[in-house]
């Protein structure tokens, strides 16, 4: 008896703890995500009138949408080893009020080098909030609670395009209302929140549980206690260097085939941020013309309103089975399949539906995904497995949206990109399936 009463209070100070660390870091986190993805992606629905104006063509915007990533990619690893070195709270701090400067400077962009240019220098701004923030949340939460919060943090991406899709096309036709140039004024002002954000950061986040007075001291010693416990699990090497620890993580086989599965789930994610918006003004009215920016905008809405609910379900699942393998891997493989079929019908609203499911499946993969890196290693080593695996991973941003920008420029038709983009997302959910395949000991 005393034995299960002592069980049920640990349970009772665990759940209470959790509640109460959520409660504090999450919605802050994901609003500052949400503001992240919303200067990242405002691009796709700024192109819809940027490219005219300023004479940027299909395959050239194809490039300066992707070459964010390969900034991002050569910033991310450095980014991360220095969040753990000077802490979350200072670092975060120090992305979120980069990233706002050039998202508003992009405002100012005459022509293709200059937009290309900010895309890439964006895209070094960025680099290690993503990861740095798995890495943060891993210093918070144990392992069985991980998919679930990474969900509710991840829950800013497809909220910002619930948001964001409608807010961007409004400020873009306000502006050009008002006489000014709506994209530049989009760009203007949704950069903004980034730095005010990132000034409060310095003032909300705690970078470990040993300093967060706002919760109890029973709270804090069992978190500490726990967090140390798993970190038991899976002890370093006596004698190992700082270097040397990220040396060995980011030559590990499970990291690099983690990038690679990664880099294949992703190409979807950043295929669609970047065109749907233009994939779906492509369709017709009942009257023949073209859909206006204001529909365009709530209709992109749509797969990210299905993904935001469907993600949050599957990944609380993941969590209340321990089950990962084809939580991640049959997630990815049903968004491949959906949207492959909808464009093989070639129907505006079988496509729509397609994207709303593939928006689902990915987003549901991508949080459970990152369960599993994080509880390979610990430390700097985490730190900078968690960094290349976004980096290699987000690389499919470059290749995906110059891929689809310049198979729409030669076929005049999204079907040979998004059929190209579905082979990749299906062949990664499978390789994922096989990599975490219970492996047999001798």
């Not at 990233?99 to 005459?110: D, I, K, P």
């Not at 964001?164 to 002002?189: K, N, Q």
Request: hydrophobic share 55%; charged share 10%; with cysteine.
């Amino acid at each position: 008896m005393a034995m299960a009463s002592a069980l049920n209070e640990t349970a009772a100070l665990e759940r209470s703890t959790v509640r109460r660390i959520t409660i504090r870091l999450i919605p802050f986190l994901a609003v500052l995500y949400l503001f992240n993805f919303i200067d990242r992606t405002n691009v796709a629905f700024a192109a819809l009138r940027m490219r005219e104006d300023v004479g940027i063509s299909p395959s050239a915007y194809g490039l300066g949408a992707g070459i964010f990533f390969i900034g991002y990619c050569l910033s991310e690893i450095p980014s991360n080893v220095a969040l753990y070195r000077f802490g979350a709270r200072r670092w975060i701090a120090r992305i979120l009020v980069s990233w706002g400067f050039v998202a508003s400077l992009t405002a100012l962009v005459q022509n293709s080098a200059q937009f290309i240019g900010l895309r890439f220098l964006l895209g070094i701004a960025e680099a290690g909030f993503y990861p740095g923030v798995i890495y943060f949340l891993s210093l918070w939460f144990p392992a069985s609670h991980r998919a679930r919060v990474t969900a509710l943090f991840y829950l800013g991406v497809p909220i910002a395009q619930v948001i964001g899709a409608p807010l961007s096309t409004w400020l873009i036709e306000t502006g050009d209302s008002a006489g000014l140039v709506g994209w530049r004024l989009m760009f203007l002002v949704e950069g903004l929140p980034a730095i005010l954000l990132g000034i409060s950061a310095l003032y909300w986040l705690t970078d470990s549980p040993a300093q967060a007075n706002w919760l109890s001291a029973r709270q804090r010693l069992w978190l500490i206690k726990e967090l140390e416990s798993e970190r038991q699990v899976k002890p370093q090497a006596p004698g190992v260097t700082y270097w040397r620890q990220i040396a060995q993580s980011l030559a590990n086989r499970s990291t690099v085939s983690l990038a690679l599965i990664y880099f294949g789930i992703t190409s979807g994610s950043n295929a669609m941020n970047f065109f749907l918006p233009s994939v779906i003004q492509s369709f017709k009215s009942v009257s023949g013309a073209r859909l206006g920016l204001l529909t365009t905008g709530l209709l992109t809405a749509i797969p990210y309103a299905v993904a935001s609910v469907a993600m949050v379900v599957w990944s609380g699942h993941s969590d209340l089975t321990q089950e990962r393998r084809f939580h991640v891997g049959g997630a990815a493989i049903v968004a491949a399949v959906a949207i492959a079929f909808a464009f093989s019908l070639n129907s505006p609203i079988a496509i729509l539906l397609g994207f709303s499911v593939m928006a689902a499946g990915i987003y549901s993969a991508i949080n459970v995904f990152w369960s599993v890196p994080s509880g390979l290693f610990h430390g700097v080593g985490a730190a900078a497995a968690i960094g290349m695996i976004n980096a290699i991973g987000n690389l499919s941003g470059f290749g995906g949206a110059y891929l689809v920008g310049f198979l729409f420029e030669k076929t005049n038709s999204y079907a040979p990109a998004f059929l190209t983009i579905s082979c990749c997302v299906g062949l990664a959910g499978v390789a994922f399936i096989w990599f975490s395949r219970p492996r047999r000991h001798a």
